[in-house]
């Protein structure tokens, strides 16, 4: 099993929607599939957005944690789609 604090973390705190799932996206589409990325956000519609972009896009949320400024989620890349 992977130790989840070896994936790499993304700060995307202070960005409001769609902000989050974009920059996200632009930066998974440099990744290799089965690398994983933690996204830090205070967006709360990330709670939508982050899990939905994840579907569409092919990756596979792996975790989401609630912390107190926002919060975080963990994304396995999976394979592109255009």
């Known amino acids: 099993m992977r ?3 070896q994936a790499a973390v993304y700060d995307l705190k202070g960005l409001n929607c769609p902000l989050p799932a974009l920059k ?3 930066r998974l589409a440099g ?7 933690w996204l830090e956000t205070t967006d709360p519609l990330a709670v939508i957005d982050i899990p939905a972009f994840c ?3 092919g990756h596979q949320l ?4 609630a912390m107190p400024d ?3 989620f963990l994304v396995e890349c999976g ?3 255009p």
Not at 62 to 65: G, L, P, S, V, W
């Open 3 to 5: 130790d989840l604090e």
């Open 24 to 26: 996200a996206k632009k």
């Open 31 to 37: 990744m290799q599939p089965g690398s994983r990325l």
């Open 55 to 57: 579907a569409d896009s």
């Open 62 to 65: 792996i975790e989401t944690a």
């Open 70 to 72: 926002g919060h975080r």
């Open 79 to 81: 394979e592109q789609r």
